[in-house]
């Protein structure tokens, strides 16, 4: 096994849609531990998305695009809650079985989720102060990367965030001692790893999305894509 260039052949399990229904729940459910251990978005959210919302000076919209089991905006929301920050959070994702699994997150009347991809969200006329994205990108086709990128510009009048693994044997290493506790009964051992061996790095990301973004590695282990909105 190499981890010196993508591995663009593999599929990770939660992908298949006939995987075990039961398993792909749980592995929902715990994203929100594995997350808050490897995402960086506390520093992302102080760094780059407060100052944002901060400067409106008005309530902000802002969209989660692929928003998996929803943990991220839970996350999300108490930061801004916690800063003062009125916002209203929109997770999207087209997977039935993702959205499922977000509508099981106790309530917050400051977010929602809406079973939509991002063309539809466009085509509906929806829009946003920011849109954000965790670990969406390495799982996507060249064509659905374009299409993907291209509808969050256009989803968005402030900034675009996109967050993602960056591929590397020290974070393979860690990631696979460190993911053990938490891997019985999901699928976060072996997808987690599978998603590492798919991941880019900066500099392939910055090729893959093109002239728009500006890529940089925001916490170790990590690559940010960042686009202005063009809505
Ligand atoms: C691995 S999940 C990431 C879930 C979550 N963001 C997290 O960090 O745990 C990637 C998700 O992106 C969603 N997705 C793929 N293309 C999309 C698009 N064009 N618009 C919205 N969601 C998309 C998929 O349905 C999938 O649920």
Do not use: K
Not at 13 to 31: E, G
Not at 51 to 66: C, F, H, S
Request: net charge positive; glycine share 10%; hydrophobic share 45%.
């Amino acid at each position: 096994m190499t981890l010196r260039e993508r591995a663009v052949g593999l599929t990770e399990i939660m992908d298949d849609p006939a995987c075990d229904p039961v398993r792909l729940a749980a592995t929902y459910r715990r994203f929100g531990a594995v997350n808050r251990l490897v995402s960086g978005w506390g520093t992302v959210y102080r760094a780059r998305l407060a100052p944002l919302l901060r400067g409106l000076g008005r309530p902000a919209r802002v969209l989660d695009l692929g928003s998996g089991g929803g943990d991220l905006l839970v996350r999300l929301d108490r930061l801004a809650t916690r800063d003062g920050l009125d916002v209203q959070w929109t997770g999207a994702d087209p997977d039935p079985r993702a959205h499922e699994a977000a509508l099981r997150r106790p309530a917050s009347p400051r977010i929602r989720f809406v079973q939509s991809d991002s063309t539809a969200l466009l085509a509906a006329g929806e829009r946003f102060d920011a849109v954000v994205s965790n670990h969406v990108l390495h799982h996507l086709s060249p064509e659905a990367l374009a299409g993907f990128a291209r509808d969050s510009l256009d989803l968005a009048t402030g900034s675009v965030l996109h967050a993602d693994i960056e591929r590397g044997r020290l974070a393979y290493g860690l990631y696979a001692a460190g993911v053990l506790p938490l891997a019985p009964g999901t699928f976060l051992h072996t997808d987690g790893l599978r998603s590492i061996r798919r991941s880019y790095r900066v500099d392939e990301l910055a090729a893959a999305l093109g002239d728009a973004w500006r890529v940089d590695r925001p916490a170790p282990f990590r690559v940010l894509a960042t686009g202005a909105g063009r809505a």
